[in-house]
């Protein structure tokens, strides 16, 4: 009985030490993350000590990590113990002056112990002469009330500052101001909530920054005019713009034209609703399109039930927005109806449902539409269907390259 006591005790003792051993999870590997931030306006400079967070996403895009962090008078910046992963991706986001700024995302090098990310800022400007519509997109509609006009601007800022006002008293609150037709009732917008467009006699204003590069601003505004078979509807742009598309969804029975104006011809949204596109080419600040419309407006009996429409295109928010062919959204018809088109030529319909073939760029278009969320510039809704789009887009990338 004393052999079989010992010969117990003997084996509880080595299960004691052995089960540990089995349980604990190998250590995960850290790194070290180092970084500089450059003020890319000539003769900029970059403030001392500038908070800053270190980002991570898995290839789910589920947020990994969020890590505190300050620069230094030189501008560099670093972050130790890093945890550790070759299936992530990081990126740094800071605020200059009420400017949100974010670096490229970086997977890791295989071996690396340190990891180099570099996050551009520039200085500010109250000039608009560097601004650009990459495109612009308008959207015609019947409701009780008239005609609903949506209207989304994708723009550029070609220089090297970023585009804000300076706001406080006898100040220019901000210099992207925008015309709205006479006799537009009930505007809104997208991405208000925080109170980013301001109505002025003649239009609105956008108080949001516009960072330099293609695509870095979305506008997206929508208001009802009162319609008559024959009315007018002109398009004189703030600034240089690419492209105007003019889109009119089947059932509304109007039809337009003007000096310039092409048909591109009818696209399926991919619910079994078609839409006829109208092209006009670049037009420059001081000229101005003018439009007829014709026909009877299909006025609905009751107000359209909210729905969400979804196509195989989600949304980009990145700067490659206009080379890359400019998804966009539109929110009309009700209150939460989105159509989703890719803007271009014919030549561009057979890549229309390819998915983006930049994965890092559709990793940092989820990066700005999470500072997006977080600054209040997007409603919660609107929010996860774009972010759930991306990832899916991105996920596809991801399968490509595996499968290729």
Do not use: C
């Not at 991570?56 to 300050?70: P, V």
């Not at 609150?173 to 208000?192: D, K, Y």
């Amino acid at each position: 009985m004393k052999q079989l006591r010992t010969g117990l005790l003997t084996l509880l003792l080595l299960l004691g030490t052995a089960v540990p051993l089995f349980a604990q999870d190998e250590p995960q590997p850290t790194g070290q993350v180092l970084g500089q931030i450059a003020n890319m306006t000539p003769e900029g400079v970059v403030p001392n000590g500038l908070p800053l967070m270190l980002h991570a996403w898995d290839q789910d895009f589920n947020e990994k990590l969020m890590i505190e962090g300050q620069s230094t008078a030189a501008g560099t910046f670093q972050f130790d113990d890093v945890l550790w992963n070759q299936g992530w991706l990081y990126a740094v986001m800071l605020t200059v002056e009420d400017v949100l700024y974010f670096s490229e995302p970086v997977s890791l090098p295989a071996g690396a112990t340190i990891l180099n990310i570099d996050v551009p800022i520039y200085d500010k400007t109250s000039s608009t002469a560097a601004v650009q519509v990459a495109r612009q997109h308008v959207f015609f509609d019947a409701v009780q009330d008239g005609l609903l006009v949506g209207e989304i601007y994708i723009l550029s800022n070609m220089g090297d500052r970023t585009v804000t006002g300076n706001n406080g008293e006898d100040a220019l609150l901000s210099p992207l101001q925008f015309t709205l037709p006479e006799g537009a009732q009930n505007v809104t917008f997208e991405g208000n909530e925080n109170g980013r467009y301001l109505l002025t006699p003649s239009g609105f204003i956008d108080t949001a920054p516009l960072r330099p590069g293609e695509g870095t601003g979305q506008v997206v505004v929508r208001y009802v005019l009162p319609y008559e078979n024959g009315m007018g509807y002109t398009v004189a742009p703030n600034w240089p713009t690419n492209g105007i598309n003019f889109l009119v969804p089947e059932g509304v029975g109007i039809a337009l034209a003007g000096d310039g104006l092409s048909v591109e011809g009818i696209r399926d949204m991919g619910d079994g609703r078609q839409v006829t596109i109208y092209n006009y080419g670049r037009i420059q600040s001081g000229e101005s399109l003018s439009l007829t419309l014709t026909g009877e407006l299909a006025v609905p009996a009751v107000a359209p039930v909210p729905e969400m429409i979804e196509v195989n295109e989600p949304p980009l928010i990145g700067k490659n927005l206009a080379a890359a062919g400019i998804i966009l959204g539109l929110f009309l018809v009700g209150t939460a109806v989105w159509w989703y088109l890719r803007s271009g030529t014919a030549d561009e319909e057979e890549t229309l449902a390819e998915p983006d073939d930049s994965f890092d760029e559709l990793v940092l278009q989820i990066a700005q539409l999470d500072a997006a969320h977080e600054q209040g510039s997007l409603d919660e809704t609107m929010y996860l269907h774009q972010r759930d789009n991306l990832r899916q887009q991105a996920q596809a990338v991801l399968a490509q390259t595996e499968s290729g």
